[in-house]
């Protein structure tokens, strides 16, 4: 996985609440079986004014200028800023694996879906929690100043805003380490198959039933 | 010492391991499998050389893109190549990898969440995942089940566990008597309406009280299913004599000489008398009569009695913005009654609402009717090939034909329009899924999301109708 330490990027304000997986990439994008490629599809039906299909060159087809990212200022945009309880919906993990081909390598909200959030730290993406009140204040900068960049250190779990105020973020320890280091989630489980074995052999004593039965 | 609750104990028999950093390693009973989201787990596995863990964990089915109409053809009539492509990439997979698959044109295929439970695989007390969030569906068993990233499918099957963290406990107790003709679906639309889209964050939801005891146990994975568009990861209900009489006789259900040791321990899986929540909601049956979806968040739900919101009308700025973007993409004006909402296309199926008690309910409002003449499309879905066919068994599928309605083959259909159903732009239609979401069911579609009764009745009514007056009729 892509490390994540510390990251200074273009801010993008998209200002809408449950921005739902549909919208970060919607249905007929998910028929692929890459994990790639996704970045031209991010928000597919906010970003073109016509209807998008898999495989299509996208270099041609019509922008819609309102939206945030088709914006000559957002361009580059690497952090994108956005409104409670974003990523709702669906598990898809094409949400995050857009969100990344499109180069975005950390969102700032009031709060995520969990399956989302989830989902973001097996990609190398951070999903940063600040509070309504801050996330108000960075869209009000943000929105005022042209190619305003913030810079989030992971290490210190802080974002600094041009001016230098910092707003601290919690983060779980063991989603931290990983990020920090780019570890693979599987190799670290794989290293406690002896706990998963013992588990397995009490259970089995305990709930015959639930081994051997689907075959 | 509290209690525990339902939770905590299907937690608790499920930690393999707790880190010193806060995470947990939790052990994984049961994966389900489909096309969409286990391609790239697949290959990672492969990439990396590894094997699954436990073939005898698993079971997988295409849903999402197979196509509902004739398909004797087998997969290599799907019209769409990148649906041909996803689905025989998945009988690829499970024939590579020895994975119990139920093909396309196996009668037990259909959608996950319906095979699951009728299959048996899931089991009151079994940690269930699949790469779909509408696994909550299987919590109605008292199972631990949530919907999880392809990352996680692939993790599943290399070790058989997730890396976890605890969710916070939150009761949704409904006390009463529902109604007649108020349904599981209008159950868990008002409690979406009442605790909004992402009121369940962080939580596992119990949905409990007297009103639970009496619903079925497909309402109640109505119920489940829907827990996360409440925001909740995880939907969980008690277990009681309905939820073990579901499964006697299924195929994957404990054998006779195991049946007795596995009720002892379905048995105990309720919460505590004295388990504490960390929030409690509570709800009254008596207050729940049809609900109807009008905007584009199933949190954006009225009774259907009701009118549109007015925008003018929310104090909070982020939220009358929210309504006044929803009703311009639905083509709706404040304060319109629901009932004045015509419809070109209604859509009966979904993992919400496709078993056979809900065939039953839209065939009996729908029996002796038509489709009205405005209404351009009226899908009937089965969620699996068995329900299907107890349905043609009962004679269900006549009257659907008969009224002008569509019966076709299982699958996810137009709840998601990865295959060929879909709306139209600006189509209007009354759909029993789960999501109302911008472009959901197609390109500029505009889905209210209502019970498999309130379908049919705006199915032959060509507009929204409270069922309870239509049948009285």
Redesign the interface.
Known sequence: MKKFTSHTGITAPLD???V?T??II???F??????SGFGPNLFD?LRYMD?GQ??QDCSGRPLNPDFVLNQARYQGASIMLA???FG??????HA?WALDDFGIRCVIAP?????FY??CF??GLLPIVLDEAQVDQLFKEVEAEQGYQLTVDLERQVVVTPSGTEFAFDV???RK?CLLNGLD??G???Q??D??KA??TR?RQ?????????? | MAGKTLYDKLWDQHLVRQNEDGSSLIYIDRQILHEVTSPQAFEGLRLAGRQPWRIDANLATPDHNVPTTARSGGVDEIVDPVSRIQVKTLDQNCDDFDIVEFKMNDTRQGIVHVVGPEQGMTLPGTTVVCGDSHTSTHGAFGALAHGIGTSEVEHVLATQCLIAKKMKNMLVRVDGELGAGVTAKDVVLHIIGVIGTAGGTGYAIEFGGSAMRSITMEGRMTICNMAIEAGARVGLVAVDEATIDYFKGRPFSPSEAQWDAAVAAWRELVSDDDAQFDKVVEIKAEDIIPQVTWGTSPEMVVDVKSTVPDPDKEADPVKADGIRRALSYMGLSANQKITDIALDRVFIGSCTNSRIEDMRAAAAVVKGRKVADNVKQALVVPGSGLVKAQAEEEGLDKIFIEAGLEWREPGCSMCLAMNPDKLGNGEHCASTSNRNFEGRQGFGGRTHLVSPAMAAAAAVTGHFVDVRELVAE
């Open positions: 809408r609440a449950n739902d549909d919208m919607p249905k007929q998910l028929k692929s079986i890459k994990r039906e209807e898999p495989d409104r409670e309880n709702c919906g669906s598990s898809r993990e995050p709060s995520f879906a969990d399956i989830n989902n097996k990609n779980d320890a063991f380490h989630d599987i670290l489980t794989l406690q198959a706990d998963i588990y397995e259970r305990e709930a015959p039933w639930l081994f051997d039965a689907i075959k």
